[in-house]
Every structure is written in structure tokens, then in C-alpha cells.
């Protein structure tokens, strides 16, 4: 992992999750056509979106876009904001009740008063595409099975592409969430990596972070991780996305490297375009894996 000369800024490989993105898609879309052919329906995807939060609406209206690019069925209930917790618990088991919904993904955040942990616990098992449910949470911590949250997966896909062997591969996740950190982790575990859990009020972060042969920054701070944080020939992926405004006046998105100073590395992914479209195309593929599951039971 480690090379003895660092490359040029020109010869650090840029981890494309667009294009690998496209490539699961479409994997999932030949996936979706087998289960059609062998069962008569396609698999089915129900998204909730309670209230109009802006980046909520964007997300929702990517994920069924996608939904339509792999044939797979998106079924939408968008609810008013002052929907109270009764009904979307109701909602819910509607949709664990329907055999043609195999996927039910929640879009966070919910409204003030409604428990995101109750609702989300409300899915069965089999139907949580998003592997929030403390089933699928325990399942990944065993090495059981289960469906498996869809960022980490796509990092996991995201790595693959340059990492062949990760066994005694020091690995650094800067970011402790049960969305990212926790389960990329338990993830990189399995295959024998050696991994360090980190966050931003972890002492001497820096030289922590300069010792790994990977470093995974999800931690939600724009541009944490600087040049002098990574060493020659790491492998870094960037998870953040955040919108700032330049000095004079321009807004752009940056992730949580800072990925100008990062020439030095053996590859890292992009923000826009990396972990991101890995994400909603994970999504896709637990569908179809939920599917197979519900029609092989």
C-alpha cells in the first residue's frame, strides 16, 4: 500500500463512483428482469417522505429516478408535516403487510415529535433496505447476514476497485455514526483489516491518521483531513458533502478532505461523485436482494 515515492497531484487515481455507480444499476436492472421473469412482478420500493424538507425532496426524487433506470416498482407516499407518528406507524405496517413491497426506506430527517428510532424499528427486517433495524445492525456485528447499510456497502464496492487483499491494512475511520462509521468498520473487520475508530474529539487525530494504509473521513466536517494528515500512498475515501461560500461569494461543495493537498495519495474518491451515487445505487441492489430473500423464504 505504502510506496516509496509519493505520485504527482496528475498520477493520484480518482476513484469514479458515477461510473461504478452505473455499473451496479445496471447489474440490478438485469437482476430485476430475472425476478420479473421467474415471479411476474418486479420488485417494489416504497418511499416515505413526511414534510418538504428541500434536500429530502432532492434525495427522494434521485432514488426513484434510479428506481426507474433498474425497472425496479417506486411506490411514493408523501406525507404532510404534521402527520403524526400513529399514522406513519399505521403506514407502516400497510407496507410490512404488502407482498409487492419488498424495500420500505424512511427519508430522514422526520419532523420534531415524530421518534425516528420507533418508525424505523417499525420495518420488518426483510424490508429494510436502508439496514437501520437493530436485526440487520446485529446481524453485521455476527458476520450473519442481513441487509447491510447502503453507504458502507458502496465504500466497500469503492475500495474493492483498488484494494485486492485487505488483510493487516491499517485502516482509519474518522467518524463514529450508525449510519457510516460503525457498520464501514464491523465491514472492513471481516476482511481482516486492522481498523481505528476516530472522531473529531479524538486526541492527536492527525498523527493517528497519518499511520493508515486507508482513511475512511466521514465525520461531517468540511475539509478535516488535510494533506499532512495522509501518507505517501493511502487510499482515502471522502464521505462528506457539505455546501460552503467561498470569500467572494461562490458556493460550492466540498467533502471532508481537502482534496487539493491530497497528491500524494494512491487514490481517493471526489466530492461530487464519489461515495454519493454509490449510496442510492446500494439502495437499488438491497431492493432486489430483499426480494430474492421474501421469494426464497
Same mark, same amino acid.
Given at each position: 500500500?505504502?510506496?516509496?515515492?509519493?505520485?504527482?497531484?496528475?498520477?493520484?487515481?480518482?476513484?469514479?463512483?458515477?461510473?461504478?455507480?452505473?455499473?451496479?444499476?445496471?447489474?440490478?436492472?438485469?437482476?430485476?428482469?430475472?425476478?420479473?421473469?421467474?415471479?411476474?412482478?418486479?420488485?417494489?420500493?416504497?418511499?416515505?417522505?413526511?414534510?418538504?424538507?428541500?434536500?429530502?425532496?432532492?434525495?427522494?426524487?434521485?432514488?426513484?429516478?434510479?428506481?426507474?433506470?433498474?425497472?425496479?416498482?417506486?411506490?411514493?407516499?408523501?406525507?404532510?408535516?404534521?402527520?403524526?407518528?400513529?399514522?406513519?406507524?399505521?403506514?407502516?405496517?400497510?407496507?410490512?403487510?404488502?407482498?409487492?413491497?419488498?424495500?420500505?426506506?424512511?427519508?430522514?430527517?422526520?419532523?420534531?415529535?415524530?421518534?425516528?428510532?420507533?418508525?424505523?424499528?417499525?420495518?420488518?427486517?426483510?424490508?429494510?433496505?436502508?439496514?437501520?433495524?437493530?436485526?440487520?445492525?446485529?446481524?453485521?456485528?455476527?458476520?450473519?447476514?442481513?441487509?447491510?447499510?447502503?453507504?458502507?456497502?458502496?465504500?466497500?464496492?469503492?475500495?474493492?476497485?483498488?484494494?485486492?487483499?485487505?488483510?493487516?491494512?491499517?485502516?482509519?475511520?474518522?467518524?463514529?455514526?450508525?449510519?457510516?462509521?460503525?457498520? #464501514?468498520?464491523?465491514?472492513?473487520?471481516?476482511?481482516? $483489516?486492522? %481498523?481505528?475508530?476516530?472522531? /473529531?474529539?479524538?486526541?492527536?487525530? +492527525? @498523527?493517528?491518521?497519518?499511520?493508515?494504509?486507508?482513511?475512511?473521513?466521514?465525520?461531517?466536517?468540511?475539509?478535516? #483531513?488535510?494533506?499532512?494528515?495522509?501518507?505517501?500512498? $493511502?487510499? %482515502?475515501?471522502?464521505?462528506? /458533502?457539505?455546501?460552503?461560500?467561498? +470569500? @467572494?461569494?461562490?458556493?460550492?461543495?466540498?467533502?471532508?478532505?481537502?482534496?487539493?493537498?491530497?497528491?500524494?495519495?494512491?487514490?481517493?474518491?471526489?466530492?461530487?461523485?464519489?461515495?454519493?451515487?454509490?449510496?442510492?445505487?446500494?439502495?437499488?441492489?438491497?431492493?432486489?436482494?430483499?426480494?430474492?430473500?421474501?421469494?426464497?423464504?
Amino acid at each position: 500500500m505504502t510506496n516509496a515515492t509519493a505520485p504527482s497531484p496528475e498520477q493520484v487515481r480518482l476513484i469514479d463512483g458515477k461510473a461504478i455507480a452505473a455499473q451496479l444499476v445496471e447489474q440490478t436492472r438485469q437482476e430485476v428482469e430475472e425476478i420479473a421473469a421467474a415471479h411476474g412482478a418486479a420488485p417494489g420500493l416504497a418511499v416515505v417522505l413526511v414534510g418538504s424538507d428541500p434536500a429530502s425532496e432532492v434525495y427522494v426524487g434521485r432514488k426513484i429516478a434510479q428506481c426507474r433506470k433498474a425497472g425496479i416498482r417506486s411506490v411514493e407516499h408523501r406525507l404532510p408535516a404534521d402527520t403524526d407518528e400513529g399514522a406513519l406507524l399505521a403506514l407502516i405496517d400497510e407496507m410490512n403487510a404488502d407482498p409487492a413491497i419488498d424495500g420500505i426506506l424512511i427519508q430522514l430527517p422526520l419532523p420534531k415529535g415524530i421518534d425516528a428510532s420507533l418508525v424505523l424499528d417499525r420495518i420488518l427486517p426483510g424490508k429494510d433496505v436502508d439496514g437501520f433495524h437493530p436485526v440487520n445492525v446485529g446481524r453485521l456485528s455476527s458476520g450473519t447476514g442481513g441487509l447491510v447499510p447502503c453507504t458502507p456497502l458502496g465504500i466497500m464496492m469503492l475500495l474493492d476497485t483498488v484494494i485486492a487483499d485487505y488483510r493487516g491494512l491499517n485502516v482509519v475511520v474518522i467518524g463514529k455514526s450508525n449510519i457510516v462509521g460503525k457498520p #464501514v468498520s464491523m465491514l472492513l473487520l471481516e476482511r481482516e $483489516a486492522t %481498523v481505528t475508530v476516530t472522531h /473529531i474529539e479524538t486526541r492527536n487525530l +492527525p @498523527d493517528i491518521a497519518r499511520q493508515a494504509d486507508v482513511i475512511v473521513a466521514a465525520a461531517g466536517a468540511p475539509q478535516l #483531513v488535510r494533506g499532512y494528515w495522509v501518507k505517501p500512498g $493511502a487510499v %482515502v475515501i471522502d464521505v462528506g /458533502i457539505t455546501r460552503i461560500t467561498d +470569500p @467572494d461569494g461562490r458556493t460550492r461543495l466540498v467533502g471532508d478532505c481537502a482534496t487539493n493537498e491530497l497528491g500524494h495519495a494512491a487514490a481517493v474518491t471526489p466530492v461530487p461523485g464519489g461515495v454519493g451515487p454509490m449510496t442510492i445505487a446500494c439502495l437499488l441492489s438491497n431492493t432486489v436482494r430483499a426480494a430474492r430473500m421474501a421469494r426464497d423464504a
